[in-house]
């Protein structure tokens, strides 16, 4: 898959996303990402992108026609259409099933502000959707950009070296919080890895990891249980 961010610091995305999972999606090929910088299609001896708003106040706004060149540069980079995401505090929140929706995608765009924002016009105009990382208000939409390039790269097919993890994590197909995970040493002063994780029998290992993955979701997050797809042993769990 393709994702274009169009960012005043497209390289900030693109370093961030260069490390670990992310970095390996991008050598095997499951991603590519491009950067686009609205400067370089800013006009002056300036190339200024960014003015005051109208009816005063503080801050400065994102200019329309820089930006509105440079994502026309980056769509007609590929023929494939590729819908424009908005990272934005007003956004609708990013989600896990958001995040399955777009890593089915071909290719979208990232469009991240900075200063108080983007000249509603061009949202208007040119942005498909808004997307949120968090009611909390960050500086740029470089770092929630980052963030959707990750949660989506993870979900490429092979771009995790085992893809059984994805299915366990939490908030995926099941709706539910992951279990808790345990590595060497089996003694440590800080406790004993739990018996059944060394048992050998798969099935119970299995019933152990759902019946915490069930607990934990139960004490951490009541409200994901609502959506949850639980069977009827999961409900015989949480009612005992
Ligand atoms: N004045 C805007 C408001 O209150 O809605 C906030 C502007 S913020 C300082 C600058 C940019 O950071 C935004 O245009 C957006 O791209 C990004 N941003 C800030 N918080 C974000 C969040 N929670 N999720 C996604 N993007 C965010």
Same mark, same amino acid.
């Given at each position: 898959m393709? $994702? ?5 610091f497209? %390289?900030f995305? =693109? ?5 670990g ?6 050598e095997?090929? @499951?991603l590519?990402?491009h ?5 370089d299609?800013?006009?002056?001896n300036y ?12 801050? *400065?706004?994102m &200019? ?8 026309a540069?980056?769509?007609? !980079?590929?023929?494939a259409?590729a819908k424009?995401?908005? &990272?934005?505090?007003?956004g609708m929140?990013l =989600?896990q #099933?958001?995040?399955?929706?777009l890593?089915g995608?071909p290719?979208?765009i ?7 924002g $983007?000249? %509603?016009?061009?949202? /208007?105009a040119e942005?498909?959707?808004e ?5 909390y208000v960050l500086s740029g939409?470089?770092? !929630?950009? +980052?963030v959707?390039?990750? /949660?989506? +790269?993870?979900?490429? %097919?092979?771009?995790?070296?085992? /893809?059984e993890?994805?299915a366990q994590?939490?908030?995926?197909a099941?709706?539910? @919080?992951?279990?808790?995970?345990y590595?060497r040493?089996?003694e440590?002063e800080?406790? =004993?890895?739990?018996?059944v994780? *060394?048992s050998?029998n798969? !099935?119970g $290992?299995?019933?152990w990891r759902?019946?915490?993955? @069930?607990?934990r =979701? ?8 609502d959506e949850? #797809?639980l069977? /009827?042993?999961?409900?015989? @769990?949480?009612e005992?």
């Open positions: 393709r $994702i274009d961010i169009v960012s005043l497209p %390289e995305v =693109t370093q961030v996303a260069g490390h999972v992310v970095g390996r999606a991008q095997r090929g @499951l590519a990402l950067g686009w910088n609205p400067r299609h800013a006009e002056g190339r200024r992108v960014d003015d005051r708003p109208f009816g005063g106040g503080p801050g *400065m706004v &200019l329309i026609d820089p930006l509105r060149a440079c994502l540069a980056a769509r007609a !980079a590929d023929p259409p424009v995401i908005y &990272l934005s505090p007003q929140p =989600t #099933a958001k995040v399955r929706e890593a995608e290719r979208f990232l469009l991240c502000g900075r200063y108080e $983007i000249d %509603e016009r061009l949202v /208007a942005v498909d959707e997307l949120s990382i968090g009611d939409g470089e770092l !929630a950009a +980052a959707v390039v990750d /949660a989506v +790269a993870r979900l490429q %097919e092979g771009a995790l070296n085992d /893809a993890s994805a994590d939490s908030f995926a099941d709706g539910l @919080l992951d279990c808790p995970h590595t040493p089996v440590h800080l406790g =004993t890895v739990p018996e994780l *060394m050998g798969h !099935a $290992i299995a019933r759902r019946q915490q993955a @069930l607990g =979701t139960w004490q951490r997050r009541p409200e994901l249980l949850a #797809a069977s /009827a042993a999961d409900r015989k @769990l949480l005992a």
